[in-house]
């Protein structure tokens, strides 16, 4: 017989966890006792927000589940952010909650919480642990279920008598749930009426989202675009989906997309969407898109086909799956006109990229940044005006570019970098986050610091929370509410007092020069990057 | 216009709780829910009375099916399904009134559960609009408590979920 403990440990290490992201408490320490004696590599948050923020960008990098840990009450509602930021831009979490004994559930003791209740609308699934024996069963469906399907992240809940009572280990060999059997082979009719749709289209458009990180097929789609002459828009979430510099490539569709990729959605004829959701952030008017646009929906979650908008023709299966089926198929090539139209309105987009009289210009920044970078690096914007100017600025070549696309959650950037570094040590990455955002994780710089994790981070400063201003300027006659950050500290300095090396640099002529002082630093490294306040997102 | 949906889900805590979750999250409009156990006794059917066009239920259709603990998910068409709602009607009235609250019950073909000196408690349980026909019947007299369940539904012939 072993404990509780004993088997989540193992079941862990059967999983093949390296690393936990977490914060301890009473509720967990039957479990942090065992964990010591591990294999798995405990990374200590300052907050367990981050816990789960780290947990994803290391699951978005290596793509298996990241794990989190948080105690009861205060430990697991502060995971609640993490968790929706997780849910929204489906990445496979597996959260641990401690959780008061079962004996006194439901009396609102000391550090009680009902986490599976508060976080039942951002989990893919949740567990309220009863009795120990079940802990192999459940966490090795909650792997399953996190990392299967539309990936999300699955909450297992446990109580802390559950953690010390004794059981007979015994995992089932697999996972049977008959309520969760996810489509991965595309229908046959559908893929023939796919073919047709593209066959019989003039104008046809692929719009990729965060889905194809999810099938890994992004070698299939620039196969599939280029084989057949598609160009591409892609979501927030879908960018690198096909290299950024790609010729077929025409940007970021959406409010704060490229015109030219928002234009070709108005003109296709065909739109192929490829794991999106398509949000009111991606298409503003789903009705004007659907009138004279016939719509392809390939998507692993049959709910959001139809939920947005109408669809023609929908496909539900994995991405990677389906764009080999139609593949097979040998759709016709279309024709150059219609691509090579959209090619020359690209050539005709004049990139914002002069030097500023006061200020860096931040959207030139992070051009140079990114093509200074090794062609696999990962970039993890933050949520705000730097993630415009990231977003659309930014080069992505065979790396990622990782940031909180459905939820926008500040304080993302940092995190996601730590989890990130940690998945590929071997690969730079860098966070970019603005002067606001910077303040919600900078307790993150311990972290980094505790566990020499080799991130560079940038942080526009401009003593706004710019984006909020910018609709202020907007809608609101220019009547700026709470965006002034006045008070905020010296980041150099904050970065120095954690022993962190950084720069601040206030003018584009010291930009390439400050990149290269930055990534030629062996560790971590922080370079504030001054911004006029009225520099405008787009 | 409404539509009957059967839902399949494991019996099991917390399952009901997502599921009404759901749709309170997702503005969906339930007329009535109705749960019991099945053959199965590990499996629980929940029938739904959804309230939308067929944009709702086709949403309501797949958000559930969606769900880990939902094991089958079928709207039912109308024509093709029986029916039935239990309810439980106590109506407080004078002696001279018990005769033609006898008689309603009669050719509503329900049935008198429980009496007193001052009331009547009357059972039927039929499809949902015969119910509100007694309702409406029983209306002018005082009616002084409802209890009315869900609407659960089968379909018929051999037809099965």
Redesign the interface.
């Given at each position: 017989m072993i404990t509780g403990a004993e088997a989540i440990v193992r079941c862990l290490e059967n999983e093949g966890v390296e690393y936990i992201f977490g914060y301890p408490g009473a509720t967990v320490c039957p479990l942090y006792d065992k964990l010591t004696k591990s294999s798995i590599k405990h990374i200590l948050v300052r907050h367990e927000q981050h816990a789960g923020h780290e947990a994803s960008g290391y699951a978005r990098i290596k793509k298996r589940p990241g794990v989190c840990m948080t105690t009861s009450g205060p430990g697991a509602t502060n995971l609640i952010t993490a968790l929706a930021t997780a849910y929204m831009d489906s990445v496979p979490l597996v959260a641990f909650t401690g959780q008061v004994s079962s004996e006194l559930l439901g009396r609102d003791v000391f550090q009680e919480a009902d986490i599976?209740?508060a976080a039942?609308?951002f989990t893919?699934?949740s567990y309220?642990v009863k009795n120990a024996a079940d802990l192999p069963r459940i966490i090795k469906e909650a792997f399953h279920?996190a990392s299967t399907g539309r990936p999300g992240p699955v909450l297992i809940d446990i109580p802390v008598n559950v953690q010390t009572d004794k059981l007979d280990f015994y995992q089932p060999e697999a996972v049977d749930?008959?309520?969760?059997k996810p489509t991965i082979k595309g229908h046959a009719g559908q893929i023939k009426r796919v073919l047709r749709a593209i066959n019989n289209a003039q104008r046809p458009v692929i719009c990729v989202g965060g889905g194809i990180f999810a099938a890994e097929g992004q070698k299939e789609l620039q196969q599939f675009c280029e084989s057949i002459n598609i160009p591409v828009v892609s979501t927030m979430m879908g960018i690198g989906a096909i290299p950024t510099a790609h010729p077929l490539y025409m940007g970021m569709l959406g409010m704060h997309g490229k015109s030219i990729a928002n234009r070709a959605i108005i003109d296709s004829d065909l739109l192929i969407i490829i794991g999106a959701r398509v949000s009111d952030r991606a298409v503003l008017l789903p009705a004007n898109v659907s009138k004279n646009t016939k719509i392809v929906h390939i998507d692993i979650?049959?709910?959001e086909i139809?939920?947005n908008l109408d669809t023609f023709i929908p496909v539900v299966g994995d991405a990677k799956e389906i764009l080999r089926q139609v593949m097979e198929e040998e759709p016709e090539k279309k024709s150059v006109e219609w691509t090579d139209a959209l090619k020359a309105a690209r050539e005709m987009l004049t990139l914002d990229y002069e030097p500023r009289k006061a200020g860096i210009n931040p959207k030139a920044f992070v051009h140079l940044l990114s093509r200074t970078l090794p062609d696999d690096h990962i970039y993890c914007a933050d949520v705000g005006q730097n993630q415009i100017w990231s977003a659309g600025n930014c080069e992505v070549r065979t790396g990622r570019f990782l940031t909180s696309g459905g939820m926008g959650t500040m304080g993302y950037s940092i995190p996601a970098a730590i989890g990130a570094k940690l998945a590929a040590p071997d690969r730079a990455v860098v966070a970019v986050c603005g002067d606001g955002s910077f303040q919600m994780q900078m307790m993150e710089l311990a972290t980094i610091c505790q566990n020499n994790v080799d991130v560079k981070i940038v942080v526009m400063k401009n003593n706004k929370l710019g984006l909020v201003k910018e609709i202020q300027r907007k809608s609101y006659k220019n009547n700026e509410s709470a965006v002034d950050l006045t008070g905020s500290p010296d980041i150099v300095a904050i970065a120095a007092a954690y022993g962190i090396p950084g720069r601040r640099i206030d003018s584009m002529d010291a930009a390439e020069e400050a990149i290269a002082q930055m990534l030629g630093n062996k560790g971590v490294y922080l370079l504030e990057c001054v911004v006029d306040e009225n520099e405008p997102s787009m | 216009m409404k539509h009957t949906i059967s839902v399949l889900?494991?019996n099991k805590?917390?399952v009901l709780?997502?599921i009404s979750?759901l749709f309170a999250?997702r503005g969906f409009n339930i007329d009535s829910l109705a749960v019991g156990t099945t053959e199965d006794k590990n499996i629980s059917r929940i029938t739904l009375l959804v309230d939308g066009d067929d944009?709702i239920a086709?949403?309501v259709t797949?958000?559930l099916?969606?769900?880990?603990?939902?094991?089958k998910v079928r709207k039912l068409d109308q024509e093709e399904i029986t029916r039935r709602e239990l309810v439980l009607v106590k109506v407080k009235m004078s002696a001279d009134q018990r005769g033609e609250i006898i008689d309603i019950v009669k050719i509503m073909q329900g049935e008198i559960v429980d009496i007193s000196h001052t009331t009547l408690t009357v059972e039927m349980s039929d499809k949902p609009e015969k119910i509100d026909l007694l309702i409406d019947l029983l209306s002018p007299y005082n009616i002084v408590e409802v209890a009315r369940t869900g609407t659960i539904a089968l379909q018929k012939g051999a037809a099965i979920v």
């Open positions: 599976t209740g039942e609308p893919k699934y309220l279920i749930l008959r309520g969760y979650d049959p709910a139809g939920k | 889900v494991e805590a917390g709780a997502r979750g999250r944009y086709e949403q797949k958000q099916n969606k769900q880990i603990d939902v094991i």
